[in-house]
């Protein structure tokens, strides 16, 4: 079964930087769009960026101007690039994709989650 696996995230200071990757443990299909979630204590989980296989972006608009999402297609990797970090950004993110297995149907995937921490 595919799985998303994350890496990066960690603690930082307010104003800094952390950049955060997800691949697809096996080759899929398809993948459509892959995106970048996250929550906080106490709030649902909402969008921070998505970005279609064809490139076309979408931010919340709290990080706009501050996150680059990214993605490459032949490694089935999005990356989340995260500028200017501020105490408010601190959450679990979690990655999310919408593929087609090599076998099955498309459906949403989740990754595990990464701890983003900005310290103030």
């Known amino acids: 079964q595919v799985q998303l696996v994350e890496s990066g995230g960690g603690l930082v200071q307010a104003g800094g930087s952390l950049s955060l990757s997800c691949a697809t443990s096996?080759?899929?299909?398809?993948?459509?769009?892959m995106g970048w979630y996250r929550q906080a204590p106490g709030k649902q989980r909402e969008l921070v960026a998505a970005i279609t296989s064809g490139g076309n972006t979408n931010y919340r608009d709290s990080v706009k101007g501050r996150f680059t999402i990214s993605r490459d297609n032949a490694k089935n990797t999005v990356y989340l690039q995260m500028n200017s970090l501020k105490p408010e950004d601190t959450a679990v993110y979690y990655c999310n994709a919408n593929l087609i297995p090599l076998f099955g149907s498309r459906r949403e995937y989740w990754g595990q989650g990464t701890q983003v921490t900005v310290s103030s």
């Open positions: 096996e080759r899929a299909f398809s993948i459509n769009t």
